[in-house]
């Protein structure tokens, strides 16, 4: 199958992990998120642990990426990211647990069109909820992806992950 250069986001189609999915041909390059996709996900979106989403072109799954609720202390967050008036020790976020791209997909746009659904579905949330962060713990290769979206290193961060944030709010205010 030939592949555009990038895959124009209209020509894909999100929808919620269920039990008709085929997953078995979905391959990452990273053992440990394939076997989440496969194992995991269904199971943890039916216990209301984590919800995954995938996304398909011409019925091929290209990706996916699974959200849950998180905090993240404020000690974590620079300075300027702070708000002084609110006593609260910890700020409510959505985390991106799990993002993947299906490796016949990298470099087509598709990890970029996942961070825009994800920033939609943050936006929505936020309009309904209390939550002005996004998180992510990111895998060292995958930090440069992140920034280029706004997300920043988390201070005091000392993981085999890298702990990053974007103040969704604030970025908005910036658009």
């Not at 919620?16 to 996900?41: I, M, P, R, Y």
């Not at 020790?89 to 016949?104: C, E, H, M, Q, S």
């Not at 659904?117 to 002005?132: H, L, P, Q």
């Not at 961060?157 to 890298?162: D, G, L, V």
């Amino acid at each position: 199958m030939e592949l555009p250069d990038n895959i124009p986001k209209e020509q894909l189609i999100f929808s919620f992990l269920s039990k008709t999915d085929k997953l078995s041909g979905f391959d990452c390059s990273e053992s440990e998120l394939n076997e989440f996709l496969v194992q995991d996900a269904l199971d943890n979106q039916i216990r209301n642990f984590s919800v995954t989403r995938l996304l398909y072109w011409k019925n091929n799954i290209t990706g996916y990426f699974t959200l849950v609720n998180d905090c993240i202390s404020v000690d974590n967050l620079e300075n300027v990211d702070r708000q002084d008036d609110i006593i609260y020790r910890k700020y409510p976020a959505l985390k991106i647990a799990r993002l993947a791209t299906d490796k016949n997909f990298e470099n087509k746009g598709i990890g970029t069109h996942m961070i825009d659904e994800i920033f939609y579905i943050t936006f929505r949330i936020s309009n309904s909820v209390g939550c002005r962060i996004l998180t992510v713990d990111s895998k060292q290769n995958s930090v440069t992806f992140y920034q280029k979206f706004g997300f920043k290193i988390a201070t005091n961060s000392r993981r085999e992950t890298i702990p990053m944030y974007l103040d969704f709010h604030s970025a908005l205010k910036h658009e």
